[in-house]
């Protein structure tokens, strides 16, 4: 009885141990790891539709998961910049220029006084020698120098300045000179000579504020004369359309008042030369084959001018 007892156990031990064991040996699916997207359940693919003449149409083309999964960054495309139509675009605007301070007026009545030294050169007139063995006549020049050598020179002058930079204006110089070394035996020695040239003048200066380059330009008549001992007269006219080209600085000193040397060269012709005696007779000291010839004149002189009744 002892014995059927332990078998009977050992029966009802396997009976409960079998279920057991098979269900620990079915396989388990694993675990997913972390950070894994779970994997979507397979699906079996829809059947193919069929076209209307029977033929098997193509299949569509897969479709991505649409569960979570890995997101592809973007890609960047190059920025272009095109630039606006136009009209379109921001519109700048300069600011307008400071307004200039002049110092000199633009117009006014322009007044100076001129001095400095006069130094004549060139002839007076060419002298007819006596005819050579063929008869031909050679003409020698008569300077002006025989009859007048540098001195002190002295310039009024009068006119309008025209929009700062330009003058118009009328002149009087008058030059003083030291005698010549020709002496007529029948007047004695010279005693004195001088020159007056009367012009009309056109000036320009390139800075009329402060400190400009000037260049001047005058057409205008001149005479001198020589004076000797007996009080007979060498007169010399008829110098017409005498020309006189300047050029120097001009020196701002305040708003009405210029300082300006000036270096002037200029050239002419006297048309007449003659002898005035005491009594007042004359007679002309060229004869009838001499001629005409050219003289000229440089003076280096400094002015001072004043701008009256100026306009800004």
């Not at 156990?9 to 699916?29: F, K, R």
């Not at 002298?127 to 009859?147: D, T």
């Not at 300006?260 to 012709?269: E, F, M, N, Q, W």
Request: net charge negative; hydrophobic share 40%.
């Amino acid at each position: 009885m002892t014995g059927l007892r332990f078998l009977g156990s050992i029966a009802l031990v396997l009976l409960l141990a079998g279920p057991l064991d098979a269900e620990q040996a079915a396989p388990t699916p694993p675990a997913p790891s972390p950070g894994t997207p779970p994997e979507p359940p397979a699906t079996t693919p829809p059947p193919e539709p069929a076209s209307p003449d029977g033929a098997t149409a193509p299949a569509p083309p897969p479709t991505a998961p649409s569960g979570p999964g890995p997101v592809a960054p973007p890609v960047r495309r190059p920025v272009i910049y095109e630039p606006p139509p136009p009209g379109m675009g921001p519109i700048y605007e300069p600011r307008p220029p400071p307004v200039p301070h002049h110092v000199s007026p633009e117009n006014a009545l322009w007044v100076g006084l001129r001095t400095g030294w006069f130094l004549p050169f060139g002839n007076i007139y060419a002298e007819a020698l006596s005819p050579n063995a063929q008869g031909v006549v050679f003409l020698e020049p008569v300077p002006w120098q025989e009859y007048a050598k540098s001195g002190l020179a002295i310039e009024a002058d009068v006119g309008v300045r025209l929009g700062r930079n330009y003058m118009l204006f009328a002149l009087w110089e008058r030059a003083q000179l030291t005698t010549g070394d020709r002496d007529e035996d029948l007047y004695g020695e010279q005693v004195g000579s001088d020159s007056d040239f009367w012009a009309g003048a056109m000036r320009a200066t390139s800075n009329a504020d402060r400190l400009g380059l000037v260049t001047e330009l005058a057409i205008g008549y001149r005479q001198a004369r020589t004076r000797f001992e007996d009080g007979t007269k060498l007169q010399l006219t008829g110098a017409a359309f005498e020309g006189r080209l300047g050029v120097g600085a001009d020196l701002r000193m305040s708003s009405m008042v210029t300082l300006s040397p000036l270096a002037t060269i200029g050239v002419g012709s006297f048309n007449r030369v003659r002898m005035v005696r005491p009594n007042g007779t004359s007679y002309d000291l060229p004869g009838p084959r001499d001629s005409a010839d050219t003289h000229a004149w440089f003076t280096l002189t400094v002015a001072a001018h004043v701008d009256f009744f100026g306009t800004r």
